[in-house]
């Protein structure tokens, strides 16, 4: 009797501790109610198109930032993806060449480029900018499937100038050898001179199950 008295008065005993230790409980109020860690938001907000290649050919007749020239880059945006080229010195008609590669996906957004004068001992000048619809290039590539084009060139559709876009003159989109691709010159806004050279591939993404 004396052992079963003495079990119930430690069981007591530890339960009286247990509550008196509030420590263990507020710990787990404290795991449960923090803030949870933000998750990151998808790139791809809808059905995804493939990989667009943006080539940054050349520029011509661009500003003067600097005394006599300019240093130009540019800085070439989809979204909330960013991409630029290198720097070319004291040139107004800088020749680049450099592919840039974004993710395409729907819906489909407009490229917009920034061209920009480097400069080590302050902020970089700015030197013009321009926007781009991809709509008719992505509706070239639905055209291109549906007319089941894939070796060649073939010419798919005609682009021109109006307010979507910076164009210079009309654009043409073809299909090389199963690629989808446009050349287009944009002019730069917001200066008085300069015109960018932009080569647009799309790449699109395999259907599984089909080739
Ligand atoms: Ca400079």
Not at 8 to 28: D, F, W
Not at 161 to 185: M, T
Request: one cysteine or more; hydrophobic letters at 35%; glycine letters at 6%.
């Amino acid at each position: 009797m004396k052992n079963k008295k003495e079990e119930r008065e430690t069981y007591r005993g530890s339960r009286a501790k247990h509550q008196a230790e509030p420590n263990s409980t507020a710990l787990l109020l404290v795991v449960l109610l923090r803030p949870r860690p933000k998750q990151c938001r998808s790139e791809q907000m809808g059905e995804n198109l493939g990989q667009l290649k943006v080539t940054v050919v050349r520029g011509k007749r661009l500003v003067i930032r600097d005394f006599k020239s300019s240093d130009p880059y540019v800085v070439v945006k989809l979204g909330s993806q960013v991409a630029k080229t290198k720097v070319i010195n004291s040139c107004l008609n800088p020749v680049w060449n450099e592919e840039l590669c974004f993710s395409l996906s729907e819906p489909v957004g407009v490229l917009n480029l920034e061209v920009f004068d480097k400069d080590y001992f302050k902020t970089d000048d700015r030197m013009g900018h321009a926007h781009f619809s991809l709509h008719p290039l992505v509706s070239a590539a639905r055209l291109r499937k549906v007319l089941k084009v894939s070796s060649g060139e073939t010419t798919l559709r005609k682009v021109v100038p109006d307010s979507e876009n910076c164009l210079v003159g009309e654009s043409s989109i073809a299909c090389v050898d199963g690629e989808v691709v446009q050349v287009a010159w944009l002019r730069l806004c917001g200066v008085e001179s300069g015109e960018i050279q932009l080569k647009m591939k799309l790449i699109e993404t395999p259907v599984a199950g089909t080739r």
